[in-house]
């Protein structure tokens, strides 16, 4: 009932930034967090940040200020814009969300694909 499309992603220089949008798409379901994580080759999957449907907004470690959540009105699509961006940044980035759906009967995780960032000049 629920799917996530993420698009955004691509080469950027160092020092550039990066828009990456979140769609979510379905029906019959309320969401109560978005959110964006990174993994490079080889490593964890980390948080880069998350908001709540009160729009508490959580950053992991060493993200805020480099990045920022945000999301449209309608809530059904999430942005993350990523500013000074270092070769070490590149990773797929990948949005996440938590949904109830069937009124509110049923909780769900939900991954979109993933966006490759790739920072190089």
């Known amino acids: 009932q629920v799917q996530l499309v993420e698009s955004g992603g691509g080469l950027v220089q160092p020092g550039g930034s990066l828009r990456l949008s979140c769609t979510v798409s379905?029906?019959?379901?309320?969401?109560?967090?978005m959110g964006w994580y990174r993994q490079a080759p080889g490593k964890q999957r980390t948080l880069v940040a998350a908001?709540?449907?009160?729009?508490?907004?959580n950053y992991g470690d060493s993200m805020k200020g480099q990045f920022t959540i945000s999301r449209d009105n309608s809530m059904n699509t999430v942005y993350l814009q990523m500013n000074s961006l270092k070769p070490e940044d590149t990773a797929v980035y990948s949005c996440?969300?938590?949904?109830?759906?069937?009124?509110?009967?049923?909780?769900?995780?939900?991954w979109g694909q993933g966006t490759l960032v790739t920072v190089s000049s």
């Open positions: 996440n969300g938590h949904f109830t759906t069937r009124g509110g009967l049923r909780y769900l995780e939900v």
């Open positions: 379905g029906s019959d379901f309320t969401i109560y967090g």
């Open positions: 908001i709540t449907r009160e729009g508490r907004i």
